[in-house]
């Protein structure tokens, strides 16, 4: 059984930063990559940040490029996402999953957190 559990949601002002992390816990074979998505109220779950096994690829969704940053831990079997510049419209709720799929697709996807909130007041 693999659980991953998040932590770090919470509310900020417009500018602020938070980070996110999500540990995995239970045994995965091969080279999973690990993702982050958001869902707001109202909209379909989107892809956010993925970074690959080693830590040396990563991706990111055009809207947060440039103001999030996706990194893991192998040892620790953690992977964490720093938000700067935090706008309004990334208020959702955050979700961290793990799999041997599409990056950028949820479907690509096996495992997944409950996920947490992050707010962002204006």
């Known amino acids: 059984q693999v659980q991953l559990v998040e932590s770090g949601g919470g509310l900020v002002q417009a500018g602020g930063s938070l980070r996110l992390s999500c540990a995995a816990a239970?045994?995965?074979?091969?080279?999973?990559?690990m993702g982050w998505f958001r869902q707001a109220p109202g909209k379909e779950r989107e892809f956010v940040a993925a970074i690959g096994w080693s830590g040396g690829t990563t991706y990111y969704a055009d809207s947060v490029k440039g103001r999030f940053t996706i990194s893991r831990d192998i040892a620790s079997n953690t992977v964490y996402l720093q938000m700067n510049s935090l706008k309004p419209e990334d208020t959702a709720v955050y979700y961290c999953a793990a799999g041997w799929g599409d990056y950028a697709n949820s479907n690509g996807y096996s495992y997944w957190g409950q996920g947490t909130q992050v707010t962002v007041s204006s």
């Open positions: 239970g045994r995965m074979f091969g080279s999973y990559a």
